[in-house]
């Protein structure tokens, strides 16, 4: 049985949906994938009934600020602030060094939270909700 | 990027206080394993550099990540018993006003503590104070 250390995952992104590059300092990535639930519970059953419906992610990347410039991740950080944004943005979510376990969706950067605190080391959040499929290859 | 040079950083450190301590008024200073005989009665700095945790900074493998490599430095400061502290503390405050949260060659260096009275100074014959300071760099692999 293999067990995985946060450590071995990373994050790669590109805006334009084409080739994602490695989103570099991070620290953390998360996703959550739900599915809406629709009753279709009969009048007069005893137990109540639900089939799924329309699936959707979001999550968050933390990495740390590096002052990086003119490359995936400055866009990555940047990305919230730009107009036109049609949710073509490429991301791969691994969860190995290796690069065979990841989680691929276009998704849309909705927010992103730049931050300082005396004594720390200066992080930045990306939150981000994801656009049509999501691929899980895990 | 590669893996910190510890010897690299200790050099960073100690440089920074040989050099001071080489001002006027100078101040012998001497590093960790180094053999010293102190004269009786003088003002001298005993510099200990020693690294402590490392902790994961980034995710990635052996390649394309980065760890923080923490450190601390303890200045031990003698001079001459039954004269008062004031000696003592001048060379303190050149010590401190070397490293307060200065950023040196990729070195941080957190404020310091003391300079703290030791109560049973070692060797003996002194009037002993010490100052500590944490710092912290970042390794790149």
């Known amino acids: 049985m293999a067990f995985y250390r946060g450590q071995q995952g990373s994050v790669k992104f590109d805006d334009a949906g084409t080739t994602a590059a490695t989103i570099l300092s991070t620290r953390s990535w998360s996703l959550s994938v739900e599915k809406e639930s629709l009753d279709t519970t009969a009048l007069g059953a005893t137990y109540r009934a639900n089939i799924g419906g329309l699936i959707s992610g979001s999550g968050t990347v933390e990495l740390m600020y590096t002052a990086t410039s003119a490359d995936e991740t400055n866009a990555f950080i940047e990305m919230a602030n730009s107009a036109n944004d049609e949710g073509a943005a490429l991301f791969e979510l691994y969860l190995d060094t290796a690069g065979t376990k990841k989680i691929t969706f276009d998704g849309v950067i909705t927010s992103a939270e730049y931050g300082a605190t005396v004594g720390e080391l200066e992080t930045i959040t990306i939150n981000f909700v994801t656009n049509g499929a999501i691929t899980l290859d895990i | ?141």
């Open chain 2, 1 to 141: 990027m590669a893996a910190v040079n510890l010897n690299t950083v200790r050099a960073t450190v100690e440089g920074r206080l040989a050099t001071e301590l080489a001002l006027a008024p100078p101040v012998p200073v001497v590093f960790h394993n180094q053999p010293y005989t102190p004269t009786p009665g003088s003002s001298w700095v005993q510099c200990l550099v020693s690294f402590g945790g490392n902790n994961y900074l980034t995710m990635g493998g052996t390649t394309g990540s980065s760890n923080s490599v923490i450190g601390v430095v303890v200045c031990n400061i003698y001079t001459a018993k039954g004269n008062g502290p004031g000696a003592n503390y001048t060379i303190g405050k050149r010590i401190r006003d070397l490293y307060n949260r200065v950023i040196v060659s990729g070195v941080h260096f957190d404020p310091p503590t003391g300079p703290e009275v030791v109560a049973a100074p070692s060797p003996e014959g002194y009037f002993q104070t010490q100052v500590r300071m944490t710092f912290e760099t970042f390794e790149d692999l």
